[in-house]
């Protein structure tokens, strides 16, 4: 019952909006705004066939090889920087600088030092979407509990076991918070990153449709990253609830008590 | 259980122990000068009144605060880092257990990390799961139970460890009074049944008595050690009739007396009182 109600609520809004949509240009001539209908048929026509493994997955590979680059990286130098408190003053200033940069400018300079191929493309995700678990792993590091520190040091757990038992599932809140928000970015710029000297992906494909003036194909294109956008959040919602259930369960306890 | 063969030899010796805090505000010396020896097998209480640096002492005692002057060893090894026979359980029950662990994951960890084969791990966990009435929620979450609970996973975990040596650092502060008796209860026994050495750090005087055979009772920072005191109680305790004994009731009055002294008494009167007492 419940599934049924938040289904209903899950797609209450977008049904709704694509009823006004349809409404108001129903009569509509519009050459910009396509109507619902031909909208979904030029989906289906376009992204259905050739251009899912041409653009659709090329797309998908560069994003999941910078996203999973990312996390990876962005755990591993965190929890690095975290822990160790000369590393931490002497980057500090230096990721400061490094995370004011938008990314979208790197792009023309990668394209110098790598070439136009895909590496460019999942450095310049790499780039963009590392700072938000960076840091946030770093703050997650330095905020372990001391009397946990000290119930390590007793029992005399040191080393990798350390490193696995408490340093990172203790920072794995942060992780997942600087997660979250690196999955958008990296959408973001793997779109960019497709639209600067790419002959394939999908942020090729809108801006070629663009320049043909093919406006539904376009749309459609859009349409597509939003997808990819729900189907990432699903995901981590998924991996959120497998790596984080302690920590809810733990929250609610302190909330109840 | 104990690895000395000669049992004069104590198992924990602390001579002239003295440690300072120093911070940009300037030094704070919490304890001036500590000297005693805890027995193969004794329980011994440590009291005093609150800022008197027990906590302190406790931690220099288990490795996880440097001294400043003075020695600490265990089995007659100096203490530099937190000794292998050695096992602590900390006041904030809730802190000290991994939340990402179920209580039998929290209780094997120690033991997972020593390389102990993995069929003994099992059995060392049920044990020590059995041995603090806990056996039926392995699989729970620390944070699904309640304060007491949680506070004998904490000692289960202690006790899998098979520590020489139990430090306890005001472990039933924090919970209520009937869950604290059945826990002092619980030390007893567990005590009995293994022989470990406990140090008892606790600021309920009732209770250091109630636990212990000795009691040390400690001055206010800067600290030293103000009295040693011997309880001369049966060894069957129990909740009701020994609280009612009259030797309960004296040894109460004298450590509270003690107590009311030593809020007054640091180590720097202790020093004086004794140049008056040579002249």
């Known amino acids: 019952m419940t ?45 259905v066939g050739e251009r899912f493994l041409t653009d659709f997955l090329p797309s998908v590979g560069r994003l999941t090889a910078g996203l999973v680059a990312t996390i990876l990286l962005g755990i591993l130098l965190g929890a690095l920087i975290g822990s160790v408190r000369w590393l931490r003053t002497l980057t500090e200033p230096l990721l400061e600088f490094l995370r004011a940069i938008p990314p979208p400018v790197l792009v023309p300079l990668l394209m110098l030092l790598i070439g136009i191929n895909n590496q460019m493309k999942v450095v310049v995700i790499i780039s963009g979407a590392i700072w938000p678990v960076l840091l946030n792993t770093v703050e997650g590091v330095r905020a372990i509990d001391t009397v946990l520190t000290n119930t390590c040091r007793s029992y005399r757990i040191g080393g990798l076991a350390r490193w696995k038992y408490l340093v990172l599932p203790s920072a794995s809140p942060q992780m997942m918070t600087g997660i979250r928000q690196s999955l958008s970015i990296g959408l973001i710029l ?35 990253l939003g997808l990819i956008g729900i189907v990432l959040s699903v995901i981590f919602q998924v991996a959120e609830r497998r790596v984080l259930h302690w920590y809810h369960g733990l929250r609610k306890a302190q909330r109840d008590a | 259980m104990s690895s000395n063969p000669d049992s004069t030899t104590p198992t924990l010796s602390v001579r002239g122990l003295r440690k300072v805090y120093h911070s940009k505000s300037g030094d704070v010396e919490a304890i001036r000068n500590l000297t005693f020896d805890i027995a193969p097998g004794e329980l011994t209480c440590i009291v005093g009144p609150s800022g008197a640096g027990k906590t302190t002492l406790l931690k220099c005692v288990a490795g996880l605060l440097s001294i400043t002057s003075g020695t600490i060893e265990l089995e007659g090894k100096p203490v530099t880092e937190p000794p292998a026979a050695m096992a602590v359980v900390f006041q904030e029950y809730g802190r000290s257990l ?112 109630y636990l212990g055979g000795r009691v040390l009772v400690l001055s206010n920072s800067p600290t030293v050690v103000q009295e040693d005191v011997r309880i001369d109680l049966p060894d069957e305790r129990d909740q009701l009739t020994t609280r009612n004994l009259p030797e309960f009731a004296e040894a109460r009055s004298h450590i509270y007396a003690q107590i009311q002294r030593a809020k007054t008494t640091t180590g720097n009167t202790i020093a004086n009182d004794a140049t008056e007492t040579a002249h």
């Open chain 1, 3 to 47: 599934t049924v109600k938040n289904a209903l609520y899950a797609l209450g809004l977008p049904a709704a909006l694509v009823t006004l949509w349809w409404g108001l240009t129903i009569d509509s001539t519009s050459f910009y705004v396509p109507k619902p209908g031909q909208l979904a048929v030029t989906l289906w026509n376009e992204w």
């Open chain 1, 190 to 224: 793997m779109v960019i990153s497709e639209m600067f000297g790419s002959s394939s992906g999908l942020g090729f494909t809108i801006v070629l449709f663009q320049r043909a003036f093919a406006i539904p194909e376009m749309w459609s294109g859009i349409v597509v």
């Open chain 2, 98 to 209: 991994f939340p990402w662990m179920t209580v039998q994951d929290n209780v094997d960890l120690p033991l997972k990390t020593q390389g102990v084969p993995k069929a003994e791990r099992a059995q060392r966990v049920a044990e020590a799961l059995a041995a603090v009435e806990l056996a039926h929620v392995p699989r729970s979450y620390p944070w699904q139970l309640s304060g007491g609970m949680q506070q004998r996973v904490a000692i289960a975990r202690a006790v899998a460890y098979r520590p020489h040596v139990l430090l306890m650092d005001e472990p039933f502060a924090a919970v209520d009074a009937q869950t604290r008796a059945d826990l002092e209860d619980l030390i007893r026994s567990i005590w009995h049944r293994l022989g470990v050495t406990i140090l008892f750090v606790t600021h309920d005087i009732d209770e250091s008595i």
